[in-house]
């Protein structure tokens, strides 16, 4: 059963990722399930050890940034001041 999910990327990143997923023909929808799918296979012990750490660097096209939030309230906020 598919879940409808809300999230918020960098569009130049999101750009890159539609480009990818279109030119091996799944939609970036499939493409993220994928991803998570990876990520939760395997009880990795770092970001760094995810078989699909060097893929999100390519499509990133620069260094990953792992940002964590103090809270939700926190994360809305920054969400929401970026659209401004």
Do not use: C
């Amino acid at each position: 059963m598919d879940t409808k999910v809300t999230l918020s990327f960098d569009k130049d990143v999101i750009d890159r990722a539609k480009t990818f997923a279109e030119e091996h023909n799944i939609s970036l929808s499939r493409l993220t399930e994928y991803l998570y799918t990876q990520i939760t296979s395997k009880n990795y012990k770092s970001l760094e050890d995810l078989p699909v750490s060097d893929w999100v660097e390519f499509v990133a096209e620069g260094r990953m940034e792992y940002r964590k939030s103090a809270s939700r309230k926190d994360l809305k906020d920054e969400f929401f001041s970026s659209k401004k």
